[in-house]
């Protein structure tokens, strides 16, 4: 008897361990190559918020300026994040690209060190 209770309870806990972490997609989903730019801006946003402007403020939330770049709400960006984030490989390709992105902006951004004419 008791070894039918402890299937019934093996089983219980693996059915209900299964995931349902897909959610559906949503209406006004943001699409992948604009998600990729606005992560980057939102990365740089964030990075920025804790530098001194001209004026010696800083914690300025420069979030609400890269929503309205690109014309998205935080609701809208947090849809359609969760909808990615439930799919780990286009999430995973998401990031790359915009690790890519910052890496290219931040080659670009470094000044090239030239050798000294005396070294050559």
Excluded at 73 to 79: G, K, P, V, Y
Aim: charged share 25%; glycine share 2%.
């Amino acid at each position: 008897m008791f070894r039918y209770f402890y299937i019934l309870i093996i089983l219980t806990l693996f059915v209900s361990c299964t995931s349902n972490t897909i959610y559906k997609k949503p209406d006004d989903l943001i699409p992948k190559d604009l998600m990729v730019d606005l992560l980057a801006d939102m990365y740089i946003a964030n990075a920025a918020k804790n530098v001194k402007t001209n004026f010696g403020e800083r914690n300025i939330d420069y979030m609400p300026y890269v929503y309205e770049k690109y014309g998205v709400d935080s609701l809208r960006f947090h849809n359609s994040n969760v909808y990615y984030m439930s799919r780990l490989n286009d999430y995973e390709k998401i990031y790359q690209k915009v690790a890519a992105k910052l890496q290219v902006m931040l080659d670009t951004l470094q000044p090239k060190k030239e050798l000294d004419s005396i070294l050559k």
